[in-house]
């Protein structure tokens, strides 16, 4: 047996019962590549800031997505109704409920009733939540308006080509993660074990 390297006999491979080294890591717990570590730590962060902001005003972190919701759709010229909200973020009926209220009880959005169909009640941001919203992430904005000055714009379309990929991705593992996974994402089954 050599003294160096327990459970290794000096004219043959590892026995049996050697020891692995202490710092042989498994793959699979390797963890995420650094870059998507960083991503992952960007988003932590993001929703510290969204919940830091959001409480001093009162507001849930649900309330402020509802209404980045509604942003991003009022710019497309797109209709937002309670049922886009519940998709978008995910809600059951009751929960879009009361997140519109919570939304109008404060002012932020108000409920009308336009066009042919009367019944479809549509969704509209205030000025006040334009106003608040905006007083909200100015911190925010104005950080990261200094930090995005440190790079050319040739750097910055490249970043902006990047994040626009992991958003894609990030939207087709979700849709992916909620329909389940298919069967060829199935863990294998022991030989002579039946699924029960």
Do not use: C
């Amino acid at each position: 047996m050599s003294a160096e390297y327990p459970g290794l006999s000096e004219d043959a491979g590892p026995s049996e019962d050697a020891v692995p080294p202490r710092n042989t890591v498994p793959p699979e717990a390797a963890g995420p590549p650094p870059l998507v570590r960083l991503l992952q730590e960007f988003t932590l962060e993001a929703n510290r800031y969204v919940d830091s902001a959001g409480g001093r005003n009162d507001m849930h972190r649900t309330d402020l997505n509802a209404l980045a919701v509604i942003m991003r759709h009022t710019a497309r010229d797109q209709i937002v109704t309670p049922g886009v909200l519940r998709k978008e973020l995910n809600l059951s009926s009751p929960a879009t409920t009361a997140l519109i209220d919570r939304l109008h009880s404060s002012g932020h959005v108000v409920r009308e009733r336009e066009g042919a169909d009367r019944r479809q009640v549509q969704l509209r941001m205030t000025p006040k939540a334009y106003r608040d919203g905006g007083a909200m992430f100015l911190p925010l904005a104005r950080h990261m308006g200094a930090a995005m000055a440190n790079f050319t714009p040739e750097e910055l379309e490249i970043v902006t080509r990047f994040m626009n990929s992991m958003i894609d991705a990030t939207v087709r593992a979700g849709e992916e993660a909620a329909r389940g996974p298919g069967p060829e994402q199935q863990p294998e089954q022991e030989p002579g074990q039946h699924p029960g």
